[in-house]
Nanobody
Framework: QVQLVESGGGLVQAGGSLRLSCATS????????VGWFRQAPGKVREFVAR????????YYTDSAKGRFTISRDNAKNTVYLQMNSLKPEDTAVYYC????????????????WGQGTQVTVSS
């Protein structure tokens, strides 16, 4: 069983940065691909970025490319999402999720989910 806990959210002005962390307690963390998703009020949860178990394969949604960076430290059982040049439209609850296989953008392919961390970007 993999348990995920997000942290690092908060209130930031447009153009600012935040680094989200996704810490896990499972000993098999390094065998899972991890994705970051977000959900704004009244909207469906959407894919943001993903990383494979080794950390050498990454993929971003178009809105995140060039601004967000996903990384992982398997020794610390943690995945990060560095978010720069934040925009008000980035405001959402951000979730990390674990999947047995890499390559998915659909929420249904991720088996483990954290509780989310709120990111609010003011204009």
């Amino acid at each position: 069983q993999v348990q995920l806990v997000e942290s690092g959210g908060g209130l930031v002005q447009a153009g600012g940065s935040l680094r989200l962390s996704c810490a896990t307690s499972g000993r098999t963390f390094s065998t899972y691909a991890v994705g970051w998703f977000r959900q704004a009020p009244g909207k469906v949860r959407e894919f943001v970025a993903r990383i494979n178990r080794l950390g050498n394969m990454k993929y971003y949604t178009d809105s995140a490319k060039g601004r967000f960076t996903i990384s992982r430290d398997n020794a610390k059982n943690t995945v990060y999402l560095q978010m720069n040049s934040l925009k008000p439209e980035d405001t959402a609850v951000y979730y990390c999720a674990g999947a047995q296989y890499y390559g998915y953008t659909s929420t249904s392919e991720y088996q483990y989910w954290g509780q989310g961390t709120q990111v609010t970007v003011s204009s």
